[in-house]
């Protein structure tokens, strides 16, 4: 009886230390996603940037701890595409979603950098192609998370503006706006003089 127990507290000791030791490596390993979060928060976000970036190049060089630590893979690529968003590193952004995990929200990233490019200096015919990728890649986002409501405001918004931009496909990037603002018709005068 004392040797069973004896037996099963050893095999509880040894998992705790195994558990223990698991769980200092995973901290250890997450150390440059801890980094970054904390110059994200402090606002420096080109520490950011390459904290990020240092724990992606991590969990790419090993593809099982990428799928062990998923959730907070995706943390990282979409906290990348955040801050290239926020600093209008709109390529950036594009070219990260493409190899993103869906958790990331790749598609909503790339439709708003697409809907961004199509409202900076360009030509009509470019700034309708940007718009319409960015409808395509936001309707992606919603079917992929149809609970989430900024994704899909900013497809009905993006749909609204490809629809009147092809009404009107000759207005300037600035007064793309402009379109989805009813026109106010004059008042039509009444015959009578009041006064």
């Not at 708003?112 to 015919?125: H, I, N, Q, T």
Request: aromatic residues 8%; proline residues 6%; contains cysteine.
């Amino acid at each position: 009886m004392m040797s069973a127990r004896r037996t099963l507290a050893g095999a509880l000791l040894l998992l705790l230390l195994l558990g223990g030791a698991a769980a200092i490596a995973c901290a250890r390993w997450l150390h440059p996603v801890a980094e970054a979060d904390e110059a994200l928060a402090a606002g420096d976000w080109e520490r950011a940037r390459l904290s990020y970036a240092l724990a992606e190049a991590r969990f790419d060089r090993l593809p099982a701890v990428r799928q062990l630590l998923a959730r907070d893979y995706a943390r990282v690529v979409g906290a990348q595409m955040w801050i290239a968003y926020h600093q209008q590193r709109y390529d950036e952004v594009i070219d990260k979603a493409q190899h993103a995990p869906a958790a990331a929200e790749p598609h909503l990233w790339s439709g708003l950098a697409f809907y961004a490019m199509s409202r900076g200096d360009g030509k009509p015919d470019q700034q309708f192609g940007w718009l319409s990728r960015a409808e395509e890649e936001l309707r992606r986002a919603v079917e992929a998370a149809p609970a989430d409501w900024d994704a899909k405001y900013d497809f009905e918004l993006v749909t609204r503006l490809a629809a009147a931009l092809r009404k009107s496909p000759k207005v300037p990037p600035n007064q793309l706006m402009q379109l989805l603002r009813p026109q106010q018709r004059p008042a039509a005068k009444s015959g009578r003089h009041i006064g």
